[in-house]
């Protein structure tokens, strides 16, 4: 069986390491355990593929900026000939604290405009997603200048222990289903 691994986040180096790029981050976790190298270009992507169990993945880094993730997406998917029930995609979350990870199937945008974008080019909204927690901005600092900053010092070893789950995550999707990884990582 295939599944497509979506990681969002933007490119280039200006924002390799920030917050919401979390979604690259643990995709380069998946192709490690994969042992894929995401480096083909096409589609607007960077595309490789490997194995997760028994599993084949292909995993995407959308190099189009967040907000047309989706154009990318939606390629992939017509070339790979699968449907959004075998797409799973890691995003950066506010709505969660950081270090946290969500299993998450179906549902809205919740104001990401990477999952906005996906969801208008592939018509739907039901495909699983990990959710990455990166916490929430200070009181009057803006939300976009804080997803678009660097994990801070103190921040970096827990957003790495949620990258890693996260990447766990991804395996269970794959072998388990994702309602048996919920169960697994959604625990309080």
Request: charge should be neutral.
């Amino acid at each position: 069986m295939k599944f497509v691994v979506i990681g969002l986040g933007n490119p280039g180096k200006k924002y390799e390491r920030t917050r919401h790029n979390a979604g690259f981050m643990a995709l380069d976790e998946v192709a490690l355990r994969a042992g894929a190298e995401i480096s083909q270009q096409k589609h607007q992507a960077l595309i490789g593929r490997g194995r997760l169990d028994s599993y084949e993945a292909v995993l995407v880094k959308p190099q189009t900026y967040m907000n047309e993730s989706g154009r990318a997406v939606a390629a992939v998917l017509r070339e790979t000939y699968c449907s959004p029930s075998d797409l799973v995609v890691l995003h950066d979350e506010l709505d969660l604290p950081l270090g946290v990870i969500r299993v998450k199937n179906g549902g809205g945008h919740g104001g990401h405009n990477g999952l906005r974008s996906i969801i208008e080019q592939i018509g739907t909204p039901d495909f699983a997603r990990v959710r990455i927690g990166i916490g929430r901005p200070a009181p009057g600092m803006d939300a976009a200048d804080f997803v678009l900053s660097p994990f801070s010092a103190e921040e970096r070893s827990p957003a790495a222990e949620a990258i890693a789950r996260a990447a766990e995550a991804v395996a269970a999707i794959l072998s388990q289903g994702t309602a048996a990884a919920m169960n697994l990582f959604n625990q309080k």
